[in-house]
């Protein structure tokens, strides 16, 4: 195939890999030891429940016009979550599938999928829901009475 190419065609491919080969991998970022690498936490990161809504829809995705996963899924009003996943290839077929079951709170409280390599399942041990953060006014040096006199006062 290379071969077919045209001169100009070789000799830009050539000084394109030669860029590649001179410039090296990107750099990465240096991580200072003083610097901490934040974890979003439960309490920081609020969820919304599951229930409350539903919705159903398939996606296909093509490779050369081939169909080569489908997945269909459903929602449901009660928070419940179902998909099943079909992967074919070189006529060799794949299914998966996740059900997501809601807790009380809306939350997630288990999922069961089952996968080529066998069942998985995942329980959730406390599914607590973190208390949302409420507005706070910004700190004053008086009192809320005099605060408020003071900004209504003509000046």
Sequence with gaps: ???RLTHSTRLFVLVVAL????????PTPEVKPDEAVVTPTPEATPRGPMSGRADQGVYRFY????PLVTTEFTWK???TYSEEYVLTIAGQTVR???AIAPSADGGWQSMTM?????PVSVTRKAARRPSRPTRRSPPSS?????CSSRASAPR
């Design 63 to 66: 490779l050369n016009e081939e």
């Design 77 to 79: 009003d009660d928070g």
């Design 114 to 118: 089952e996968t080529k390599a066998g």
């Design 142 to 146: 008086c009192p809320p009475a005099s």
């Design 1 to 3: 195939m290379f071969q």
């Design 96 to 98: 998966t599938s996740l």
């Design 19 to 26: 860029a590649f080969v001179a410039c090296g991998p990107p």
